[in-house]
Nanobody, 128 residues
Framework: QVQLVESGGGLVQAGGSLRLSCAAS????????MGWFRQAPGKEREFVAA????????YYADSVKGRFTISRDNAKNTVYLQMNSLNPEDTAIYHC?????????????????????WGQGTQVTVSS
């Protein structure tokens, strides 16, 4: 069992930045590929970014590429999402998720169905 707790959300003006954190507890964090997803009101859940357990592979949605950066610190059991140049379309609840990847150090998941554990989410609101 892995528990995930997100933090770092809030209200920011367009063009601003936020850094989300996702703290994990429970089973070995370093064996899990991690991802960030978001869901805006009235919209479906959307993939944002993913990172392999080694940190050696990352993947981004086209809508955030070049603005967001996913990273992880396995010693701190934490994954981060640095979000720059935010715009109102980034407003959503952001969730982190963990998926088992075993020994595949570069494995990332884009499909939410590949993730086993989910956090409760943190609200990000970008004002225009």
């Amino acid at each position: 069992q892995v528990q995930l707790v997100e933090s770092g959300g809030g209200l920011v003006q367009a063009g601003g930045s936020l850094r989300l954190s996702c703290a994990a507890s429970g089973r070995t964090f370093s064996s899990y590929a991690m991802g960030w997803f978001r869901q805006a009101p009235g919209k479906e859940r959307e993939f944002v970014a993913a990172i392999s357990w080694s940190g050696g592979n990352t993947y981004y949605a086209d809508s955030v590429k070049g603005r967001f950066t996913i990273s992880r610190d396995n010693a701190k059991n934490t994954v981060y999402l640095q979000m720059n140049s935010l715009n109102p379309e980034d407003t959503a609840i952001y969730h982190c998720a963990a998926g088992e990847s075993g020994s595949r150090r570069y494995k990332v998941y884009l499909d939410p169905n590949d993730y086993i554990y989910w956090g409760q989410g943190t609200q990000v609101t970008v004002s225009s």
